[in-house]
């Protein structure tokens, strides 16, 4: 739906403005949003995007303005240049009589001469700064531009461009670029089944695939070739464990898998230990319903799916489907690969994972026994407003500290599980160390506050531990890995939170 009107306002007076596109006749306007207290002006001869229902008034004297309603417009990207009024205001009367009219070829010469207009006020918007430039690649991947290109649009030199922008990202645009154009390309290539190398590289702004081919070996290690056979076995993983830990480890990566983004939303809603090897894969947020027809958009030969927390009538759904393994619940993470590793015929790569973990584990059980043994240690996760008291067997995070690490638990911990308690409770059991998993020193701050905190025996000893623990995950291999590397980082290096 569109609508013009047309309005002039005297001094003192004001208008509430819908969400529209407003031009500025006469003088200058002033435009305040209803929700904000910051006032912007608008100059003689633009048109502006107004976002938010705004109060509009003259800056001084009195004001002609246009506002044109346009429900359907994308107005993140729509800029305007200066115009002379002369020229403008005229053509918006005459389309706001044509809008009166009841005939369709008048309806018609409106919509055409509307369009007409707002095409002819649309300027190419320069990048104002860095960020912009960064959204402007990802989003015009398959664009064929060069860095030249990007400074123009940016409105400065190749050479301040290309510094300004390493010192935001860390590499230079050229580098960024084709970064981008590659993870496109392996996204081309996993998400759509049966594709061929060179519309991959057209997709992507290449148009010599030999030279796509090159390009792709030499970031990636491998050509465009050899990954397709990677992903032979087309497996998608609907879960709300992250299985596809397990999977990346027989060496085969998803084509659909679990995400949380509220969880990690820096890097893609994964652990940052995931990133690069999903990249390309099709990403599902696991915080909502998980959709078949999502699932079934990257063709996957097989689905891997473990019950999931958002009713039994989705579990129905997928039990239809004779292509997906159903996983039931396991205690520990190397059965989950035992089983996922019978689906793809790849059990002899399981010992060979497992054995070097049992290194690693053991190398790690030797580096840390000095800290493990030190006194009762006590795990605790500050989750909003909740503490939650961890016992010492029963999760996997819990196994891995105190029986393959061998950290001493405190006494009087639950036998099992987690329990929920109060400051004044944890200084009842008073323990000598306290390890925060999963808390930010925020939320221990918070807590910290509690009278009966200074009264802690871990706290007057400042044996309080506050490791950045956010990525810790030993459900799978890959996980695993990461967080007892970063136990040992995290103790040998002495970086621990204390509370004096």
């Known amino acids: 739906m569109y609508t013009i009107s047309h309005h002039l306002l005297e001094e003192g007076e004001e208008l509430i403005a819908p969400p529209s596109i407003i031009y500025v006749a006469a003088n200058t306007a002033a435009v305040k949003s209803t929700k904000l207290s910051d006032v912007q002006e608008l100059s003689e001869g633009k048109a502006y995007w107004m976002k938010n229902d705004s109060i509009v008034s003259p800056a001084n004297n009195y004001l002609k303005i246009y506002i044109i309603e346009i429900m359907d417009m994308n107005q993140e990207h729509i800029y305007f240049t200066a115009t002379e009024p002369c020229k403008i205001s005229p053509i918006l009367d005459e389309l706001i009589i044509l809008q009166k009219s009841k005939s369709f070829l008048d309806r018609c010469n409106f919509q055409a001469k509307l369009w007409k207009l707002i095409g002819s006020m649309t300027e ?92 792709f070996k030499k970031r990636e290690g491998l050509s465009p070739t050899i990954y397709i056979k990677k992903i032979q076995n087309r497996v998608a993983v609907v879960s709300q464990l992250f299985l596809q830990d397990h999977l990346l480890a027989l060496g085969i990566q998803p084509v659909a898998a679990p995400v949380y983004p509220s969880i990690y939303p820096k890097t893609n809603g994964i652990p940052s230990y995931l990133e690069k090897p999903l990249e390309g894969t099709l990403l599902l947020n696991a915080e909502k319903t998980i959709n078949s027809k999502d699932i079934m958009k990257v063709n996957p030969d097989c689905i891997i799916k473990t019950s999931l927390h958002h009713g039994e009538h989705q579990t129905l759904t997928w039990l239809k489907n004779n292509d997906v393994h159903l996983i039931d619940f396991q205690k520990t993470w190397d059965d989950y690969l035992e089983q996922i590793a019978q689906f793809f ?156």
């Open 124 to 215: 190419v918007q320069p990048l104002d700064d860095i960020e912009q430039t960064i959204t402007y690649i990802y989003k015009n991947s398959h664009k064929p531009f060069s860095v030249q290109d990007l400074a123009a649009k940016a409105r400065m030199t190749p050479v301040s461009f290309a510094r300004a922008f390493k010192k935001k990202t860390g590499i230079p645009p050229k580098e960024f670029v084709l970064d981008t154009k590659i993870k496109k390309a392996k996204e081309l290539i996993v998400q759509n089944k049966g594709i061929n190398i060179k519309d991959v590289a057209l997709q992507i702004g290449i148009q010599d695939e030999f030279y796509f081919s090159r390009l």
């Open 345 to 500: 015929g790849r059990e002899e790569a399981v010992a060979t994972i497992k054995k070097e973990m049992e290194k690693l584990e053991n190398r790690a059980k030797e580096m840390l026994k000095e800290v493990a043994k030190s006194g009762g240690w006590a795990v605790v996760w500050v989750r909003n407003e909740e503490i939650r008291l961890y016992g010492a067997s029963n999760h996997a995070c819990m196994d891995l500290l105190y029986q393959t690490l061998d950290f001493t638990p405190h006494q009087g911990l639950p036998k099992s599980g987690y329990i929920t308690i109060t400051v004044k409770e944890l200084l009842e059991l008073n323990p000598e160390k306290i390890l925060f998993l999963w808390s930010s020193k925020a939320a221990v701050d918070k807590v910290a506050k509690d009278p009966e905190w200074d009264k802690l025996r871990a706290v007057e000893n400042k044996e309080i531990y506050i490791p950045s623990s956010n990525e810790w995950d030993p459900w799978g291999p890959l996980g695993r890995k990461h967080m007892i590397e970063g136990l040992v980082s995290y103790f040998n290096l002495d970086e621990k939170l204390l509370y004096m």
